[in-house]
C-alpha cells in the first residue's frame, strides 16, 4: 500500500460504531463473492447520522447513492473509533468504498485489528484532536512513514502515531498473506 495518501477527507465524531459503519440488514451480503462483495462499499456509513459528520439532516452521504463508490479517500474519526460488535465487515465495507486509510484518536481495539488482519484500511492514530480541526471534503494528504497528515485546504500538519508492526501486515494484504510471505504458513 502506498505510504502517502492524498484526497477528500470525510469527517466524523466520537463513539462511531460498526452498527453504524455497516448495518446490519447488509451483512447478507457475502464478502467472498466480487459481485456481492461490492454492495460493502455501496452501504458503507449508511448507519450514520449526519449530524455525527457535522453535516445538516439530510446532508452529503459517504457513499452517493445508488453508487459502489465515494470520492473520500480519507476517514477521520474522533475517539474509540469503531466501537461495538467484532464485525470484520466494518473496515472491508470502508476500503470496498475506496477509502484507503481512517485517522482517528484511537479505535476500538477490535476494529483495529480487523483492519490490519484483514489488510483493508491503514488505521492511522493522530497525536491530537482532529475532527475539530479538519472539514468533510478538505484536500489531506496522509504520510504513513512521515507519521504526518497535511491538511493541504489549510496548510495545517499534524502528528500520527507510528503503525509499527501492522503496515506490513496490511501490505501484504492481511495476516494470513502476511504469513505465508514470511514462511509461516504453506502457500
Known amino acids: 500500500m502506498s505510504t502517502i495518501i492524498t484526497g477528500k477527507a470525510f469527517v466524523m ?3 462511531i460504531d460498526t452498527d453504524q459503519i455497516i448495518p446490519a440488514e ?3 451480503f ?3 463473492d466480487p459481485a456481492e462483495r461490492k454492495y ?3 452501504y458503507a456509513m449508511a448507519g450514520v447520522p449526519p449530524k455525527t459528520c457535522g453535516l445538516p439532516s439530510g446532508g452529503m452521504r ?3 447513492e445508488g453508487q459502489f463508490k465515494t470520492d473520500y479517500k480519507i476517514v477521520i474519526g474522533g475517539r474509540n473509533f469503531g466501537c461495538g460488535s467484532s464485525r470484520e465487515h466494518a473496515p472491508l465495507a470502508i476500503a470496498e468504498a475506496g477509502a484507503t486509510v481512517v485517522v482517528a ?3 476500538a481495539r477490535i476494529f483495529f485489528r480487523n483492519c490490519v488482519n484483514g489488510g483493508y484500511l491503514l488505521p492511522c492514530e493522530s497525536v491530537g484532536r482532529l475532527v475539530e480541526e479538519i472539514r468533510t471534503d478538505d484536500i489531506c494528504e496522509v504520510d504513513i512513514d512521515g507519521g504526518k497528515l497535511i491538511n493541504k ?3 495545517k500538519t499534524y502528528r500520527l502515531k ?3 508492526d501492522a503496515k506490513p501486515i496490511i501490505d501484504a494484504g492481511g495476516v494470513f498473506e502476511y504469513a505465508k510471505q514470511a514462511g509461516m504458513l504453506k502457500a
Open 13 to 15: 465524531g466520537d463513539d
Open 26 to 28: 447488509y451483512l447478507s
Open 30 to 32: 457475502n464478502p467472498s
Open 40 to 42: 460493502f462499499g455501496m
Open 62 to 64: 459517504f457513499v452517493p
Open 105 to 107: 484518536e484511537f479505535y
Open 153 to 155: 485546504t489549510t496548510g
Open 162 to 164: 507510528p503503525l509499527g
